[in-house]
């Protein structure tokens, strides 16, 4: 599965539960338990079989971390998801914030730019005009 996870853009429950080491009725529970976040869970085709996008797989692969290897409770992960959630939301309102004033700061400088440029301009035509009267 390893060489076509790249290419594919949909995995079934099965492939993904062989990914993770996990059996399908824990992703089933997870789903429930997670589903407050977006993300999460997986969709679904018409015929309702469960279709695991790559982001979804990362999301599962960080819930896998956070219980196996933290050995934290579900309502400890949710926490931590929640709280990092709101982090990220944070750190992704700040960037466009410097954005923001990294673009006003460009501006500023282009237009200091036109006016140094006009103002060099004027001097060597008032000092070719001094010149000539």
């Known amino acids: 599965m390893e060489e076509q996870e790249s290419t ?3 995995f079934k429950i099965g492939d993904v ?5 996990e059996t399908q009725s824990t992703l089933r529970f997870w789903e429930k338990e997670f589903g407050e976040f977006p993300g999460f869970i997986s969709g679904k085709n018409l015929h309702g079989t469960r279709r695991y996008s790559q982001q979804n797989i990362e999301n599962l692969k960080m819930i896998v971390f956070l219980l196996r290897e933290k050995k934290m409770t579900i309502e400890g992960a949710k926490q931590y998801l929640r709280v990092n959630r709101r982090t990220k939301s944070n750190e992704d309102q700040l960037i466009d914030y410097l954005k923001d004033v ?5 501006n500023q400088i282009s237009a200091l730019d036109i006016y140094i440029s006009n103002k060099k301009r004027e001097r060597i035509l008032n000092g070719n005009n001094n010149k000539n009267s």
């Open 17 to 21: 539960a062989d990914l993770l080491g």
């Open 102 to 106: 990294r673009s006003y700061v460009e």
């Open 8 to 10: 594919r853009m949909y």
